[in-house]
């Protein structure tokens, strides 16, 4: 009993080691983050695959991009993702928010949304789900520094940002322009 916990699952036994849960997800993004711009799920892939080639490299393996899994999802070389599984998990980031993506041709291309936009959307997810919006409000705002109450002044009289049409309920100038 004692030697079955030490064998690994089935269907694996001299296969590539599983990714922690998630680091595939943080390898993708970081791959996205240090792009130039909008990437395709096959440019993903490939940057990945260039990865974990100069990986082996580094390591003194050799052999190991000549080596292939069998895996039933055409992975290729060892450790070389399906371009399906590449597209799943660049959904799944664009459907948790962390990325945003545009229409090229038949498929997407995508961006990561940088750490403020992330932490405003964060907040106003927030602000959205509770029930008494106000006590919310007032509580973050009464929790402010000295310094960020006045940069939130300052940012509140100056222009609408680019979420704001001005055509909210707040605003009854506008109300006949609605559609």
Known sequence: ??????RPPSGSPSGPERRAAGALEAEILAILREADGPLSPGDVRQRLAL???????DTG???A????????????????LS????????SRLHAKGLLARQRAGRGFTYTPFDEASLAARRMSQVLGSEHDHDAVLSRFVSGLSS?????????????????????????????????
């Open 147 to 179: 310094r960020d109450a006045r940069l939130l002044r300052e940012l509140l009289a100056s222009d609408p940002g680019p979420g704001d049409s001005g055509l909210g309920d707040s605003d009854p100038g506008h109300g006949g322009e609605r559609g």
């Open 1 to 6: 009993m004692g030697s079955e916990a030490l």
């Open 61 to 63: 393996d050799q052999d």
């Open 83 to 90: 371009y399906s599984t590449v597209v799943t998990i660049v």
């Open 51 to 57: 990865r974990q080639h100069a990986g082996d490299q």
């Open 65 to 80: 991009g000549d080596q292939d899994t069998g895996a039933p999802d055409g992975g290729g070389p060892r450790g070389e």
